[in-house]
C-alpha cells in the first residue's frame, strides 16, 4: 500500500509541476518541483522492491540504477537553460538509464526477433523523413547525439516487449512495464518537438504538459512493476 501513496503523491508533485511549467513560473521553483516528482518515482521503485517476494534481485538493482539515472537526467535536463552542456550531461544520463534497463529485460528474455528491432524500424526512419522533409527544426548541432539515443531509446522499448512471453504468469508485471517504457518513449518523442522545432510558445506550453504526463507515469509504472518482477522467471 505505502507505494501506492507513493506513486500517488508523485502524481500530486506531477500536477504542481505541470502548473509551474504552463504558466512559466521561476526556473528554480521549476528545478526544485521537478526534482521532488523525481525523486518520488525512485522512492516508489524502491518501496515496491521491498514488497516482492524476490526483493533486490539482479534485475531489480539494475531497474532501480535505471531509475536513478532517469532521475539525475530530469535534473540536468532542468537546467539546461544555463547552458546547452547540462542537456547533453542530461542526454547521457538517460542514455545509460536506458542501457540498464536494456540490460535488465534481457535478463529476462535473452532471445532477440522482429519485435525486438521492430519500434527501432518503425520510430527512426520516420524521424528521419520528418527531418528531411521539415523546415523546422533546429537541432543546434546535437543531431548525432539525439540519433544515437533513438537507436539506445527504440532498442529499449523493443526489449521490453520481448517480455510479453511473461504475460500468462506475470500479466501485472508485463503490463505495467510495457505501458512504462512505452510513455517514457512518448515523452521523449514530444520532448524532441518541443526543443528541437520552431513552435508557437503556446504550443510549446501544451506539448509540456503531454511530456511530463508521459515520463513521470511512464517512470512511477516501471517502479511499481518491481512489485511482481518474481513472477516473471528467468528462461
Do not use: W
Not at 507505494?3 to 521549476?30: D, G, Y
Not at 510549446?204 to 518491481?226: D, E, R
Amino acid at each position: 500500500m505505502i507505494k501506492i501513496i507513493s506513486f500517488c503523491l508523485m502524481t500530486v508533485s506531477l500536477a504542481v509541476l505541470n502548473i509551474v511549467s504552463f504558466f512559466e513560473m521561476s526556473q528554480v521553483l521549476r528545478v526544485s518541483i521537478k526534482t521532488t516528482t523525481s525523486i518520488m518515482f525512485v522512492i516508489t521503485g524502491f518501496l515496491a522492491a521491498r514488497s516482492s517476494k524476490d526483493s533486490f534481485s539482479t534485475y531489480t538493482k539494475l531497474i532501480l540504477t535505471g531509475l536513478i539515472l532517469g532521475m539525475l537526467g530530469d535534473i540536468l535536463l532542468a537546467l539546461q537553460y544555463i547552458s546547452i552542456g547540462f542537456f547533453v550531461a542530461g542526454l547521457i544520463s538517460f542514455a545509460l538509464g536506458h542501457i540498464f534497463y536494456v540490460i535488465s529485460f534481457s535478463l529476462k528474455s535473452q532471445k532477440m526477433d522482429i519485435i525486438t528491432f521492430l519500434p527501432m524500424i518503425i520510430v527512426l526512419p520516420l524521424f528521419l523523413l520528418l527531418v528531411c522533409i521539415s523546415k523546422q527544426f533546429d537541432f543546434q548541432g546535437l543531431f548525432p547525439c539525439i540519433l544515437i539515443y533513438g537507436i539506445i531509446l527504440t532498442f529499449m522499448e523493443g526489449k521490453s516487449l520481448n517480455l510479453l512471453k511473461y504475460t500468462e504468469k506475470a500479466k501485472k508485471f508485463v503490463i505495467l512495464t510495457i505501458t512504462g517504457t512505452s510513455l517514457f518513449a512518448i515523452s521523449d518523442i514530444i520532448l524532441l518537438f518541443i526543443l528541437f522545432m520552431n513552435l508557437q510558445s503556446s504550443l510549446k506550453n501544451v506539448l509540456g504538459i503531454f511530456n511530463l504526463v508521459t515520463y513521470y507515469i511512464g517512470q512511477g509504472l516501471i517502479a511499481l512493476s518491481l512489485t511482481y518482477e518474481s513472477l516473471a522467471v528467468r528462461d
